[in-house]
């Protein structure tokens, strides 16, 4: 079992940045992948960023693309999402998710609203 919880998410203006955290508890942090997900309003959920146990990091290359940053922290359980750059359609609510080996992510956040004014 994973336990996820998500933090920082807030109001922002546009052009602003924000930084999400997700602070994970249950299983060895430093053996599993991470990513973030968002759901917006009326839309379907969707992949931001991935990073591996190993540390590699795959992003959507669409509209996140050279605006935000996944890393994570072994020592401290987290996994970040710097988000710069930010635009109203960023709003949503962001969800980190584990994928402990499955091939899926079978552990989830509660989520952290994103509000992003113009």
């Known amino acids: 079992q994973v336990q996820l919880v998500e933090s920082g998410g807030g109001l922002v203006q546009a052009g602003g940045s924000l930084r999400l955290s997700c602070a994970a508890s249950?299983?060895?942090?430093?053996?599993?992948?991470m990513a973030w997900f968002r759901q917006a309003p009326g839309k379907e959920r969707e992949f931001v960023a991935r990073i591996r146990w190993s540390g590699g990091v795959t992003y959507d290359h669409g509209p996140v693309k050279g605006r935000f940053t996944i890393s994570r922290d072994n020592a401290k359980n987290t996994v970040y999402l710097q988000m710069n750059s930010l635009k109203p359609e960023d709003t949503a609510v962001y969800y980190c998710a584990a994928n402990i080996g499955a091939g899926r992510y079978d552990y989830w956040g509660q989520g952290t609203q994103v509000t992003v004014s113009s």
């Open positions: 249950g299983r060895t942090f430093s053996t599993y992948d």
